[in-house]
């Protein structure tokens, strides 16, 4: 079965634009979960959401919020573009939201702020 | 709150030579632990998972890690490395990643 989509792969803004980025889990996951890779701070947890509700948030500012549907896609959107905000923008499904079921990850959204 | 340390930032070990990557965590139950790979270009990878039970776990591509509860660690470790192996390596406890491990292998 296809594993998770992100779109677009490759996105490059200037400061003070807004972008969303798009996730699709794979078929029948209902959990997805945003990370943040940048190479200072590595791997940071954005957010999670199940069944169209945000369960888990990250120390993240507000500029930074989600969204997910009733097909499970999600998506991301970052307001306000600081150069900071640069980083690989990783998507991970899974079926449930417990933390004993494994985590598909997706290629990753590469967002540059230029 | 959960953490997770990675105490190596970068690794080199020759191809051929045994691993074990280190990983410490901070945890208020029995934890859910996690090895990922994530090789250039690439997404993330699960190498291996613990939940409860044997505390020696096999993972994929030849690599194991143990859970030791006493010392809050789950180390990961392969036997012989092989070239394909240079990646990022990330220990996770549920969705806390630790800051990773870059693994160089040389000739």
């Known amino acids: 079965k296809a594993g998770v989509t992100q779109t677009p792969r490759y996105l490059i803004k200037t400061r003070g634009q807004q972008v969303t980025l798009s996730c699709s889990p794979i078929?029948?996951?209902?959990?997805v979960s945003w990370y943040q890779q940048t190479p200072g701070q590595g791997l940071q947890f954005l957010f999670e959401?199940?069944?169209?509700?945000?369960?888990n948030k990250g120390n993240f500012p507000g500029r930074f919020s989600g969204r997910q549907f009733s097909n499970s896609r999600s998506e991301m959107n970052v307001s306000t573009l600081e150069l900071g905000d640069s980083a690989l923008y990783l998507c991970?499904?899974?079926?449930?939201?417990?933390?004993?079921?494994?985590?598909?990850f997706g290629q990753g959204t590469r967002l540059t702020v230029v | 709150a959960q953490s997770v340390t990675q105490p190596d930032i970068h690794i080199t070990v020759s191809e051929g030579a045994s691993l074990e990557l280190r990983c410490n965590y901070s945890y208020g139950a029995t934890p859910y632990l996690f090895w990922y790979v994530q090789s250039p270009g690439q997404g993330l990878q699960l190498l291996l998972k613990?939940?409860?039970?044997?505390?020696l776990v096999q993972g994929i591509k030849g690599f194991e890690a143990e859970f030791k509860r006493s010392q809050s660690s789950f180390n990961l470790r392969k036997p012989s490395v092989h070239w394909s192996d240079a990646a990022e390596y990330f220990c996770a406890v549920e969705v806390t990643f630790g800051t990773g491990t870059k693994l160089q292998v040389i000739p």
């Open positions: 991970a499904s899974s079926l449930v939201i417990e933390g004993n079921t494994e985590a598909f």
């Open positions: 613990y939940f409860s039970g044997d505390t």
């Open positions: 078929s029948g996951h209902r959990s």
């Open positions: 959401y199940f069944s169209e509700t945000q369960r």
